[in-house]
């Protein structure tokens, strides 16, 4: 008996500690959905651009004007779910030298100043030439929260990376489009943790989004009871296009009008730029 | 993004052309429309040049200039089976280019193809036929401007057009299962080699099959009924460019990595960052800086032999195909017989090169070769 309860005690002494370690080990994005639940901004830029050093700057510029994530892009010579845009804006950042070693020397003490959850946002080629885990073990270093990868399809997830981004504990991200079957949906909702990325219209980055006509598309979403918040992407520019965004979705993710807003911006123009940006979308 | 086009692709391609009503139309417009079977030409004064016995694979002499009619003749029959009302295409020299806008005009589809900057302006006259048969041709201006861009482009189009679009790829490259349908429609050419040689030699096997490899196309036709013929040389010619160490090259088996690139795992030339490099060739055609999975495959395990031409050894061999057989070759094929200057081969042997172009189209830069080689 007294052997029983000591073992029953320690083993309810474990799991309360169990459950504080989880609390503590909870993604950032995730406590991030806990406390909000609504309007979520999410702002994705590219590292290198407008300058090579300008990452840190444009982090601490969108933390101070309260966006609530960072989807941070990584350059990629061809960028296949890019528009001409955001397709320029890496052909530029490659050019001022941005590699995946040079973004994670940049990242080493970022989390000393940016408590924002960040995701970086990638296309499969350098990562594989930089060691898929490799990658991951160093971005989970850095502090960085998760991955977003448009070109990993879902079998390759399954069969061998999905693996590894677990083990290193990073969120993934899938995206869906309004042509996407409603299993696969839920499936890939299954599979992604933190959000799952809704892309506004079959387009790649930066086309006009015409969010009314995808009303049903975004409904179907809500209702599919889905485990993880959505967050709308692809096309969403300014204030209207935002808070329609908001009224179907936790929230959006703005990428091409704002690298707009930062092109050719000097270093000591980035911050005023991005202030007055995200308060135009308010 | 592109899961529910590829995937409507892979579940039903193989039930599609395996069925022998699709077989009928296809053979048939192989035959009347495409002018096939192309002659499999006995070229007696290159073999006594290069002591051997060369047989010429006139792809050449295909309907519209090139062996890309097969393919698009395949897909088109196939996009119409899928109830498909658009076509979009990635051209490099134009020809597979224009091969869709050929085959759109025929079914009477809308097309539109990606073509790179730089190769809409040093392939002027098949930008000029595609317009003529009734296509959109849209400039890629990122990158290289070159066939890699185009394609980048045509996939982008297809991103935004998921429903109402059939993409003709013309090579044997991008997602499952492009590589595989693209080898099967270009098939026709060895198939027909096989009993061509068997009526010319008594032996329907040469002793090497040789063809000049971008994305791999031509190679892939010319080698697919050879592939478990063991003793059947292959060998796949690529374009070094102005040399393989020039920094100017398109060579992918001898530069590359391995390494993703539209869509498929193969050999990709890229920096050691992942960075995908601009390929250089002379020929549009060749200008690709990846190759088919199957011809990595077969570099890999050595089934195939892979060797390059410079720009320079192309337009040599296509200045003597000229004198001696009175055919002007593409700049794509005059690459494969530019080996003939690099291997030797028996008296007795039998070697088949696959014509796989005409050299209407590359009139421009051949006259700026003479002037500067002073022929």
Redesign the interface.
Same mark, same amino acid.
């Given at each position: 008996m007294k052997i029983e309860n000591g073992i029953q005690a320690v083993i309810g002494h474990l799991l309360s500690k169990q459950t504080t370690v989880n609390k503590k080990m909870m993604s950032r994005i995730k406590v991030l959905f806990e406390r909000k639940k609504q309007n979520i901004l999410n702002v994705y830029f590219t590292a290198g651009f407008p300058a090579l050093n300008s990452t840190l700057t444009i982090m601490k510029s969108l933390q101070d004007a309260g966006v609530d994530m960072i989807e941070l892009g990584m350059p990629y010579s061809d960028p296949l779910a890019d528009g001409p845009v955001i397709q320029s804006s890496g052909t530029i950042a490659l050019t001022n030298g941005m590699t995946i070693p040079k973004l994670f020397e940049q990242l080493k003490n970022f989390r000393n100043e940016i408590q924002l959850p960040v995701l970086l946002m990638g296309y499969m080629n350098p990562i594989i030439q930089y060691g898929f885990e490799n990658f991951c073990r160093d971005a989970t270093a850095v502090g960085v929260d998760g991955l977003i990868l448009p070109d990993l399809p879902m079998f390759e997830f399954e069969k061998e990376f999905g693996a590894l981004i677990n083990k290193y504990k990073l969120d993934f991200v899938f995206l869906v489009t309004p042509e996407t079957e409603e299993a696969r949906v839920k499936k890939l909702d299954h599979l992604s943790s933190g959000f799952l990325y809704a892309v506004s219209a079959s387009s790649t980055t930066g086309r006009d989004a015409a969010l009314s006509n995808q009303e049903k598309y975004f409904n179907r979403l809500q209702s599919m009871g889905l485990k993880n918040p959505v967050l709308i992407g692809f096309g969403i520019r300014d204030k209207s296009s935002f808070s329609k965004a908001c009224s179907y979705a936790n929230g959006a993710i703005i990428g091409t009008a704002f690298i707009k807003a930062l092109e050719n911006a000097t270093e000591q123009e980035i911050p005023s730029r991005i202030k007055n940006f995200i308060n135009s979308l308010k | !993004?592109l899961?529910?086009n590829v995937e409507e692709l892979r579940s039903r391609y193989l039930d599609i052309i395996n069925d022998p009503s699709f077989g009928r139309e296809f053979d048939l417009l192989l035959k009347d429309y495409a002018g096939r079977p192309t002659p499999l030409y006995f070229a007696d004064r290159l073999s006594e040049k290069y002591n051997t016995r060369i047989f010429l694979k006139r792809e050449d002499l295909c309907h519209t200039g090139a062996h890309k009619i097969n393919n698009t003749i395949g897909q088109i029959l196939l996009a119409q089976k899928l109830g498909k009302k658009r076509i979009i295409a990635e051209t490099g020299a134009g020809q597979h280019g224009v091969a869709t806008a050929t085959v759109c005009a025929l079914k009477g589809l809308e097309c539109i193809v990606y073509m790179g900057e730089k190769d809409i302006q040093r392939q002027s006259p098949n930008v000029a036929r595609m317009k003529m048969l009734g296509a959109t041709v849209v400039p890629a201006t990122? $990158?290289s401007k070159t066939l890699?861009d185009a394609t =980048?482009e045509a &996939?982008?189009d297809w &991103? =935004? #057009?998921? @429903?109402d679009t059939h993409y003709i790829i013309g090579s044997v490259v991008g997602p499952h299962p492009y590589p595989d349908m693209v080898a099967r429609f270009q098939s026709i050419i060895s198939a027909e080699m096989k009993w061509q040689l068997k009526e010319k030699t008594g032996d329907e096997n040469p002793q090497t099959v040789i063809a000049c490899v971008g994305g791999g196309s031509n190679a892939a036709g010319a080698f697919f009924h050879y592939l478990d013929e063991k003793h059947v040389r292959l060998i796949a010619v690529e374009a070094a460019g102005e040399g393989i160490n020039s920094g100017r090259s398109a060579a992918t088996t001898s530069l590359g @990595? !391995? $390494?993703?690139? #539209?869509?498929s795992r193969s050999l *990709?030339m890229?920096t050691?960052?992942?960075? *995908?490099v601009e390929p250089h060739s002379i020929s549009s055609g060749l200008d690709y800086p990846g190759i088919g999975p199957l011809h990595a495959h077969l570099f890999a395990s050595g089934r195939g032999e892979f060797y390059s031409a410079t720009d320079k050894d192309a337009l040599n061999a296509a200045f003597l195909l000229a004198k001696l057989e009175g055919i002007i070759p593409a700049l794509e094929s005059a690459h494969a017989l530019a080996i003939l200057e690099k291997i030797r081969f028996a008296k007795e042997d039998n070697i088949v090169i696959c014509l796989s172009g005409r050299g209407d189209k590359d009139l421009d830069t051949y006259m700026r070769a003479m002037e500067n080689l002073k022929i």
């Open positions: - | !993004m899961y529910g990122s $990158g890699k =980048n &996939i982008r &991103i =935004n #057009h998921p @429903t @990595t !391995m $390494g993703i690139l #539209h869509g *990709v890229q050691a960052d992942g960075q *995908v």
